[in-house]
């Protein structure tokens, strides 16, 4: 990850907290939370981390329907 010469910030697109449904994706939100802090540490104030709503729809995971 660089900054591009003269850029100000660095904006990382996560994921939302989700309770139970955090539970169906393993790994998935674990992942986002390690990189959120990650890009934290390298960019401190500059970083801006979004973490967006879920997306409507569904799918599939394993045998639930989300």
Request: zero cysteines; proline letters at 5%.
């Amino acid at each position: 990850m660089n900054l591009q010469p003269g850029a100000r910030r660095f904006v990382h697109v996560s994921a939302a907290d989700y309770g139970v449904i955090e539970g169906l994706v393993p790994g998935y939100f674990v992942g986002k939370r390690d990189t959120d802090a990650e890009i934290s540490r390298l960019f401190g104030e500059r970083a801006t981390v979004l973490r967006p709503g879920m997306i409507y729809g569904t799918r599939q995971v394993n045998s639930y329907t989300i």
